[in-house]
């Protein structure tokens, strides 16, 4: 099976998400009573190492995975070095942040055909926010107000269309649904995620969602729950 996560949004050091990220682990299977091996790519948050710390805390300390960390963008680890920590992976985990930087950093190193590769063998990818929206067609991004003003409105860009439609994060923050009410005609497909819920596909169909608190929406119609 080839899983995808995507989390709408969550503060993983205080433990939003933690039912969506015990799923996570569980759906990475088991075997043998080997540890997971859970590798974070925090390059959207320009490689925060105390970010990485967050993800250890949970991943490991409360989750038992043996956390990693790829450093993309501070020239403390070479691509091959990177590939060897993807190719191992049981989970790979995006972190929030700049979807347009990572997106670029990921370019610049191939990042993204390592991505899949891992995805295609099995290895679970997940990601919050930045990390989740970059998967859809397409994105509603806050580029502009992190980039330019506060007061700049969301814009579209385009993702990696490893799923159908337009994904839209944090969709309990009322800015986020103003948005969604500007663009969503445009679109056949709109998934808007709130924090603390996630959407999980396999083989590239969406299976249903996780919450641990919030909702999913297809279409303005509540997700189902996971049914795997």
């Not at 969506?20 to 320009?46: C, M, Q, W």
């Not at 691509?79 to 920590?85: L, N, T």
């Not at 005609?185 to 603390?196: C, K, P, Q, V």
Request: charged share 30%.
């Amino acid at each position: 099976m080839k899983i995808l996560v995507t989390i709408g949004g969550g503060d993983l050091r205080s433990g939003d998400t933690y039912e969506i990220d015990r799923e996570i682990v569980r759906l990475s299977g088991t075997l043998n009573g080997v540890r997971k091996y859970a590798l974070f790519l925090p390059t959207a948050s320009h490689d925060s190492k105390p970010y990485f710390n967050t993800f250890r805390k949970m991943y490991t300390s409360r989750l038992g995975c043996k956390s990693d960390v790829a450093l993309i963008t501070t020239g403390e680890m070479d691509v091959d070095k990177i590939r060897a920590k993807i190719d191992k992976a049981d989970i790979i985990y995006l972190g929030g942040g700049d979807t347009a930087y990572m997106m670029e950093q990921f370019g610049r190193y191939g990042i993204v055909d390592m991505l899949r590769d891992a995805y295609d063998r099995g290895c679970v990818i997940c990601g919050l926010s930045a990390g989740a929206i970059c998967w859809y067609e397409h994105m509603q991004s806050d580029r502009d107000k992190m980039n330019l003003s506060k007061d700049a409105p969301y814009v579209v860009l385009d993702g990696y269309g490893w799923v159908e439609g337009i994904c839209y994060p944090h969709f309990d923050d009322l800015s986020r649904r103003r948005g969604y009410e500007d663009i969503h005609r445009d679109y056949e497909r709109n998934i808007a995620i709130e924090g603390r819920s996630a959407v999980v596909y396999v083989d590239g169909e969406m299976r249903g969602s996780i919450s641990a608190g919030g909702e999913s929406y297809l279409n303005g119609e509540i997700i189902p729950p996971l049914d795997i």
